[in-house]
């Protein structure tokens, strides 16, 4: 599969690469974000969905308790999911995923929640940090994984 590694040195690189990921996704594309607490994973996925949105004052709010929050955007319906406070894989149906899967895009941070029903046809961003400074690894479909 693809790779490709960048720096993110700040929020303005986070931002381009979230207006990257947002003039190549579709319905049906799935962005696992993986990190750990801190590493970006809301920062990037707030990126990409001003950008998907064309309003960089667009509020979204970050889903760790309401578990997914849905935005219409110009470019289609984007699902974001955090997954942290899921107990079992298969409480992600309750939340729209089949619906979500079947006509929108779909961001996911903590996918690893999900175990056998994270889909194997995905990007995955790996958001690292070293000091300050961020790194993000993505794998994945190659149309989306050359920022």
């Known amino acids: 599969m693809p790779t490709f590694s960048l ?3 700040d929020e303005a690189a986070t931002g381009r690469l ?3 990921l947002a003039r190549r996704l579709r319905a049906g594309d799935v962005v ?3 990190g750990g607490l ?3 994973k809301t920062t990037l996925a707030r990126a990409i969905l001003r950008a998907a949105a064309g309003d960089p004052t667009l509020v979204v709010p970050s889903p760790t308790f309401t578990l ?3 935005y219409d955007t110009p470019r289609g ?3 974001h999911f955090d997954l942290y406070r899921l ?7 309750e939340l729209g995923w089949e619906e979500a899967r079947a006509d929108g895009v779909v961001l996911v941070e903590w996918p690893e929640r999900l175990g056998p029903l994270l889909p194997r046809h995905r990007l995955t961003v790996t958001l690292t940090l070293d000091g300050d400074r961020r790194r993000a690894t993505l794998v994945g479909e190659e149309r989306l994984a050359h920022g």
Not at 87 to 93: C, G, R
């Open 7 to 9: 720096s993110l040195p």
């Open 32 to 34: 696992a974000l993986e």
């Open 77 to 79: 319906v984007f699902w």
């Open 87 to 93: 107990e079992s894989p298969e409480q992600v149906f």
């Open 18 to 20: 979230g207006a990257s």
């Open 38 to 40: 801190g590493a970006g």
């Open 68 to 70: 997914v929050e849905v």
